[in-house]
């Protein structure tokens, strides 16, 4: 079992950047696809970003291609999401999740708390 904490959320206007953190408490880190998820108020939770547990593979969602980037350092047991041009519709709670397979969008066994990002107009 692994836990997660994000970190890194906040107020910021539209077209600003942020980075978000998740930290894993397990040391075994690279066994762990990592992605990323939202949800918004009212809102279903949402897929954003996924990163192969070596990082050579990523995928995201059609909303934030060329916006936001998933990376991590598995020396560190951290995963970002780095987020620009951010727009009103990314106001959402994120979070990260984890998973013992190569790589995955669904079914993420592990989930932190969230953080809670704001973007005002």
């Known amino acids: 079992q692994v836990q997660l904490v994000e970190s890194g959320g906040g107020l910021v206007q539209a077209g600003g950047s942020l980075r978000l953190s998740c930290a894993a408490s397990?040391?075994?880190?690279?066994?762990?696809?990592m992605g990323w998820f939202r949800q918004a108020p009212g809102k279903e939770r949402e897929f954003v970003a996924a990163i192969s547990r070596g990082g050579g593979r990523t995928d995201y969602a059609d909303s934030v291609k060329g916006r936001f980037t998933i990376s991590r350092e598995n020396a560190k047991n951290t995963v970002y999401l780095q987020m620009n041009s951010l727009k009103p519709d990314d106001t959402a709670v994120y979070y990260c999740?984890?998973?013992?397979?190569?790589?995955?969008?669904?079914?993420?066994?592990?989930w932190g708390k969230g953080t809670l990002v704001t973007v005002s107009s």
């Open positions: 397990r040391r075994t880190f690279d066994i762990y696809a």
């Open positions: 999740a984890a998973d013992l397979q190569e790589f995955t969008i669904y079914g993420m066994s592990f």
